[in-house]
């Protein structure tokens, strides 16, 4: 495999509510600010891929003016994934392994605050049996944390911690969106929104944008002298009928953490796109994180841009790897309701 | 078998979506502007192209339009179809002409109506100003225009509208 690094990543202030800002004026600051932080521009770039939903915009082919962000004069090479921008990266990784390109700008943008997100969310579910009983995702996400519990796989202290932890990192992290403190009254008090789920056990709606550069060994130098290397990245998804699925458990995240050989990796660091508060403990605790620090940004729970958080948790190990002198990091991405598709990602800096 | 036990080989499920749009601050900017009459296009700082309506980026070079550039209602048609099939809800009765009217200054055209002026004398190159509705009608929108009508001016040589990079 060809060795790629990320040198870049660039993350817009996450907003409640963007208000008249659109979705290219989200994203032609996180873009600029990566050109003018590696000084290059458009014409350095072999490969742009973006993650957007095109029902977030609740316009057909939205993603398509998403271009209008960047130079595509002369003509471009792109793609898209109406996915998280993570899959965006996943792409990008591939086109540079085919030795399409040596680098690719890879951005990813959504605005939530103009829908309403859990009747769209419910849309990417199976059209026939279960979409058409709208299912919001906070209910989705509560069947799994009732399932957790009840099986005693996390607690609800566990669930607790989570919350008042991310509150606490949000501190870490410039972009934010919730940054105020709570205490465990605060968390107790607090009505459900669907039970075992309070408001604080869900992430913010939240409007915003990223962008990420990687590059190829060759090109990786010249745009930085540290760039942190993508060591192993790999992607599965499970059934999307629910009632086929062990929500307790997840056989392809073992897979694909046997695939990447994690078990003798010491990490420092992890960046986990957990949105719900439940499925901290149980990433933790599926992927040996239990002593290692783990959304150090706050996470999603801070601040959950769609399509986007994922490529922000792989953004975000990237950023602790260059500022805390560690060697390894784990970021995770994931789609679908209850952790359905997972994407790990292992990144090194080289000492 | 009752009817009750007849199997159904299909169920419908409508799904109805609504979301709180936004224009973008920079078409924001510039529907405020034909609120009071103005058409306000806006510049590329790198390429100098003038866009209306302007979107809040030149795709050209991927920057913000930030330069305000007040336009006037005169231009050409540079390019025009004649609409024969009624469509549903509209209430201009076929056969009308729909063009893309391209502005004095502008470097790209939009759609609009051309009226008073027989279909046969329609063509490409052809100066038309902008007629308006009443103020009192005037809204944040293009529609605050009727339509456009032929003026007595030499016609353009499309050819020359050509964005010619600086």
């Not at chain 2, 306000?40 to 339009?65: E, L, N």
Request: glycine share 6%; with cysteine.
């Amino acid at each position: 495999m060809k060795r790629v690094a990320i040198v870049g990543y660039a993350q817009h202030p996450i907003l409640k509510n963007a208000g008249a800002l659109n979705e290219v004026e989200l994203i032609m600051p996180v873009v600029h600010q990566l050109f003018n932080d590696l000084g290059i521009s458009q014409k350095d770039i072999d490969f742009t891929c973006s993650g957007s939903c095109d029902y977030l915009q609740g316009a057909a082919f939205a993603f398509v003016e998403g271009l209008s962000a960047i130079q595509t004069n002369p003509p471009i090479k792109e793609s898209h994934v109406e996915m998280d921008a993570a899959w965006a990266m996943y792409e990008s990784m591939l086109k540079i392994q085919m030795g399409d390109a040596e680098t690719a700008l890879i951005y990813g943008f959504g605005k939530s605050s103009p829908g309403d997100l859990d009747a769209i969310i419910s849309l990417q579910m199976d059209p026939y049996y279960i979409s058409p009983l709208w299912p919001d995702r906070v209910s989705l996400a509560a069947l799994q944390a009732r399932v957790l519990l009840d099986q005693n796989i996390i607690t609800p202290e566990q669930m607790l911690a989570t919350v008042i932890e991310a509150r606490a990192n949000s501190k870490n992290n410039k972009n934010a969106l919730i940054t105020d403190l709570i205490n465990e009254s605060d968390y107790l008090n607090n009505a459900m929104v669907s039970s075992p789920l309070n408001q604080l056990d869900c992430p913010p709606i939240s409007d915003g944008s990223s962008a990420m550069i990687i590059a190829s060994e060759e090109k990786a130098y010249e745009f930085t002298d540290h760039p942190i290397w993508i060591e192993g990245i790999d992607h599965r998804i499970e059934s999307s009928n629910l009632g086929s699925r062990n929500l307790a458990a997840s056989n392809t995240l073992q897979a694909s953490m046997n695939q990447l050989n994690l078990k003798n990796i010491k990490f420092e660091v992890a960046e986990l796109h957990t949105q719900f508060s439940h499925e901290l403990p149980f990433l933790k605790s599926l992927l040996n994180l239990q002593d290692v620090p783990v959304n150090l940004s706050g996470g999603p729970l801070v601040g959950n841009v769609m399509m986007c958080a994922g490529l922000d948790a792989i953004g975000k190990t990237y950023e602790a790897l260059k500022e805390n002198q560690f060697t390894h990091g784990l970021a995770h991405a994931t789609s679908g309701p209850c952790l359905q598709h997972n994407m790990l990602v292992h990144l090194e800096a080289q000492k | 078998m009752s009817s009750e036990d007849t199997p159904k080989d299909y169920s419908e499920s409508p799904i109805n979506l609504e979301y709180f749009y936004t224009a973008g601050s920079a078409t924001t900017r510039f529907l405020n502007q034909v609120k009071e009459g103005n058409i306000v296009g806006q510049a590329c700082p790198k390429c100098k192209a003038v866009y209306v309506p302007p979107r809040g980026s030149c795709p050209r070079c991927g920057v913000a339009t930030d330069i305000e550039v007040p336009l006037t209602d005169k231009g050409c048609i540079e390019s025009f179809t004649v609409v024969h099939i009624p469509i549903p809800g509209n209430p201009i009765v076929p056969p009308y002409v729909c063009a893309m009217i391209r502005l004095d200054g502008a470097n790209i055209s939009f759609l609009h109506l051309i009226q008073e002026v027989e279909i046969e004398e329609i063509r490409i190159g052809m100066r038309i100003q902008a007629v308006w509705k009443p103020k009192e009608e005037w809204t944040h929108s293009l529609e605050n225009i009727k339509w456009f009508a032929p003026i007595d001016e030499p016609d353009v040589d499309v050819a020359t509208l050509r964005f010619q990079e600086s």
